[in-house]
Nanobody, 114 residues
């Protein structure tokens, strides 16, 4: 299983970005899909998750600003990020739970300038 993340870039504070992550390979079904981020000098943190049924969870710092969604037919997960702030600057990683295994994408850099 391979995950390909895209959509990162440089944006001014208050702006928006939409991250995408598509899974490919031998996939019978994907359970939860997540977005993590890792800022320089900090530990990787879970930003948002979505189950196969569409239930979502967010870290408090992004609630009301970020929206996670998925397209099960495309084995894809998305992260719509609005009202971005400099503290959102990080490498964002997608993760997929396939059976008992976890798979990671390569990361996409989001830089928010003040």
């Amino acid at each position: 299983v391979q995950l390909q993340a895209s959509g990162g870039g440089l944006v001014q504070a208050g702006g928006s970005l939409r991250l995408s992550c598509a899974a490919s390979g031998s996939i019978f079904s994907i359970n939860a899909m997540d977005w993590y981020r890792q800022a320089p000098g900090k530990q990787r943190e879970l930003v948002a998750s979505i189950t196969s049924g569409g239930s979502t969870n967010y870290v408090d710092s992004v609630k009301g600003r970020f929206t996670i969604s998925r397209d099960n037919a495309k084995n894809a997960v998305y992260l719509q990020m609005n009202s971005l702030a400099p503290e959102d600057t990080a490498v964002y990683y997608c993760e997929a739970h396939v059976g008992l295994a976890y798979y990671w994408g390569q990361g996409t850099l989001v830089t928010v300038s003040s």
